[in-house]
């Protein structure tokens, strides 16, 4: 989206005063289409937020993937089905700036976000069972696709669950799919907090376990699994 606009706010004020300045998309695409010929790699455009009217289409016509992330491809709590997505797109089932699914799952970014003081107890509250529920419709359109899946009354991911979350979003015509380390990991907590600047280290939390390590966790099993059974294998 930093192709089309940025928010600037100028020195010495606050956010409100701040405003979007315009960039020069078309000329900003050709650069890019320049630059992703010399390096042989594809650029995936981040399409995620508030994005600009017309961005998406107008990514699709320059051949650039979007973003498609399973915790917001979402129509109220209603997770829309593979096949709704689009090709031109990179699929995955979180990203570094939301929760791990691990965390997603268990509400640790619930939790964290009250231990900073940041949801006073009602809203704490309301948060929970907000993620509940969406549970209960991660569950349920898993099944719709016909993957094995229960919400574990101890509130830890099912492997059945981590295995299938990424079958669906492998299910998708997506043309890449990820798989994000710290779900591999099994790590509980993000490592990064939109929001937040001291009152946590983002960007500074390593991975509980080694590179040679890291496809060999219980996690990083059931992940590939799926993958592999979305992408036929």
């Known amino acids: 989206m930093g192709l089309t606009r940025l928010f600037w706010v100028p020195e010495g004020f606050d956010g409100k005063d701040g405003a979007y300045v315009a960039y020069p998309l078309e000329h900003l695409l050709g650069q ?29 016509d320059a051949a650039m993937p979007g973003y498609r992330v399973l915790l917001l491809e979402r129509e109220g709590l209603r997770f829309r089905p593979p096949e709704a997505w689009p090709a031109l797109a990179l699929a995955c089932v979180t990203t570094h700036d939301l929760p791990t699914f691990a965390g997603w799952w268990e509400g640790a970014d619930i939790a964290e976000l ?18 509940d529920a969406e549970k209960v419709e991660l569950v349920a359109a898993l099944k719709r696709e016909g993957l094995p899946a229960e919400i574990d009354e101890a509130n830890d991911v099912p492997p059945e669950v981590l295995t299938g979350v990424h079958d669906y979003v492998a299910r998708s015509p997506a043309i890449l799919v990820q798989a994000k380390a710290d779900d591999l990991a099994g790590a509980l907590v993000a490592v990064n907090l939109p929001g ?3 009152e946590r280290p983002n960007w500074r939390r390593k991975l509980a376990v080694t590179v040679d390590e890291l496809l060999k966790t219980e996690a990083a099993r059931a992940i590939l699994e799926g993958i592999r059974d979305g992408r036929g294998g």
Request: proline share 8%; net charge positive.
């Open 32 to 60: 890019v289409a320049l630059e992703s010929q010399a390096a042989r790699c594809t650029v995936i455009g981040e399409d995620l937020g508030t994005v600009p009217e017309g961005l998406q289409p107008r990514l699709a």
């Open 114 to 131: 009250r231990t900073l003081g940041q949801l006073p107890p009602a809203a704490f509250v309301q948060a929970l069972a907000k993620r």
């Open 196 to 198: 937040t600047n001291t």
